[in-house]
């Protein structure tokens, strides 16, 4: 076994501290990931606290992962040592449902194993995710990633650009569209790159005006108060698709009053809540109401490629790993432009 080092959650209710565990041997197809730095997802703290159903504990969260490869398997034909590398949210799945053998492993039917809180396939296996030096996974499950990107910006790719990536390919957002990205959080400044890249034009519905200046910076077009009733009433029955990343409790049927007759709105914010849905939010204009995971390795891989070919990179605010506890609890206000993203030298 390779002994590894970390932060991990010992239960619920206590603060992220040291921790010692083992990684596995590398084997065949896996390759071992000195990890350099990883991105700090609003889900990590989600499910440290337990709020998306018990979890397994020690928990090491992360699964916005990028470094270099220092050992490869005998087998392995896609990477060599000194690679960069990078991890998403899933490290494994069954390989042969029909979702896996579509190349959408994120919806593999039997259940992929997480990057961390969760099991390898085995459904024994202990995952442990990226605040933590090294990891050991397979190559099938393990992305490029290119060396003419800030690495550090890259990270949060790995979760936040892949989550607004692929709705946006997948509901095919492009030129001559009116594409709004609701909330300018993590999620939502990695949505807004990508539509204005894609050629939309792009409008962000926020609660807070103060985030004009900043939505406009990241590319956007357009910027519409939420909370202002003549400012919503002026962009109703005008969208073609919605990019909901809220994570917090709020009313849909408000933003679907915004669609065209056809338009989408699509949901990759998870607030804890149940929200209300009114029929007639969605009869009237044929409107969608659809929900959207992350994408498969395939799609994730093409993600990496078109930022790199478009010089995409998330916002981020690096810190150490020390000062991760603070960093959950300003990410609960929302501190931090855009993702937080930790050194792992600093572990």
């Excluded at 080092?5 to 071992?32: I, M």
């Excluded at 000195?34 to 606290?49: P, T």
């Amino acid at each position: 076994m390779i002994a590894a080092k970390g932060y991990a959650a010992a239960q619920p209710s206590a603060p992220l501290a040291p921790f010692n565990f083992e990684r596995r041997e590398v084997g065949p197809h896996d390759v071992k990931i000195e990890i350099l730095y990883s991105g700090v997802c609003h889900s990590d703290l989600h499910q440290v606290r337990s709020e998306w159903g018990q979890g397994i504990f020690p928990m090491v969260p992360g699964h916005e992962i990028v470094g270099r490869i220092v050992e490869v398997g005998n087998h392995v034909k896609k990477f060599k040592v000194g690679d960069l590398g990078g991890i998403g949210c899933f490290v494994d799945s069954c390989r042969t449902c029909h979702s896996c053998q579509e190349g959408l492993e994120q919806y593999c039917e039997v259940g992929s194993a997480s990057t961390y809180n969760g099991t390898e396939m085995d459904r024994k296996t202990l995952t442990y995710g990226g605040y933590s030096n090294v990891i050991v996974t397979d190559e099938n499950y393990t992305l490029k990633v290119s060396p003419n990107l800030p690495l550090h910006r890259v990270a949060p790719l790995l979760c936040a650009g892949i989550t607004t990536y692929s709705p946006l390919r997948h509901w095919k957002v492009g030129k001559g569209q009116k594409v709004a990205v609701v909330g300018l959080g993590g999620l939502g400044h990695m949505a807004v790159k990508f539509a204005v890249a894609m050629g939309a034009e792009v409008t962000v519905l926020s609660t807070s005006a103060n985030k004009e200046k900043d939505a406009k910076e990241l590319g956007a077009h357009n910027f519409v108060v939420t909370k202002d009733p003549e400012a919503m009433k002026a962009v109703y029955n005008t969208l073609d698709f919605i990019l909901d990343c809220v994570s917090a409790e709020h009313d849909l049927n408000n933003f679907l009053s915004l669609l065209k007759r056809d338009g989408k709105l699509v949901l990759v914010g998870a607030p804890p809540e149940a929200s209300p849905l009114r029929a007639f939010s969605l009869i009237p204009g044929r409107k969608t109401l659809a929900g959207s995971m992350i994408g498969g390795i395939a799609e994730t891989q093409e993600m990496l490629d078109y930022c790199a070919e478009h010089n995409i990179v998330s916002d981020v605010e690096m810190i150490a790993m020390k000062d991760i506890n603070e960093a959950y609890e300003r990410m609960l206000k929302g501190d931090v432009k855009y993702r937080f993203v930790i050194d792992i030298a600093t572990l």
